[in-house]
């Protein structure tokens, strides 16, 4: 398995820009599919983003396609994702998490149960 860790989160305006990391330890971090999830208070946790372990293969829920890119730097062993044209209904903590075989893509990206690894999450706040 491997471990992660999320950083990048703040607070921003309506319409602003952040970019979030995921550190992740291990040399096998490249054979692993990762995702993003967020979670509002008092609400599930749901998907935003998935990227396959080679890079080639990206996910996104449709309610950030065109906004969010998730990318992926192996030798560097992190997972980004940019974060556009935020909105206060997207305040949440965010985690980025990994299945727990390598070369697997769970299908749909959207069970967290399909998830072993999860990172500590890193609140972004959006203000209106």
């Known amino acids: 398995q491997v471990q992660l860790v999320e950083s990048g989160g703040g607070l921003v305006q309506a319409g602003g820009s952040l970019r979030l990391s995921c550190a992740a330890s291990?040399?096998?971090?490249?054979?692993?599919?990762v995702a993003w999830f967020r979670q509002a208070p008092g609400k599930e946790r749901e998907f935003v983003a998935g990227?396959?372990?080679?890079?080639?293969?990206?996910y996104y829920a449709d309610s950030v396609k065109g906004r969010f890119t998730i990318s992926r730097d192996n030798p560097k062993n992190t997972i980004y994702l940019q974060m556009n044209s935020l909105q206060s209904e997207e305040t949440a903590v965010y985690y980025c998490a990994a299945p727990s075989l390598p070369y697997t893509t769970p299908q749909p990206m959207a069970r967290t149960s399909d998830f072993r690894s999860w990172g500590q999450g890193t609140q972004v706040t959006v203000s209106s």
């Open positions: 291990g040399r096998t971090f490249s054979t692993y599919t």
């Open positions: 990227i396959n372990w080679t890079g080639r293969t990206t």
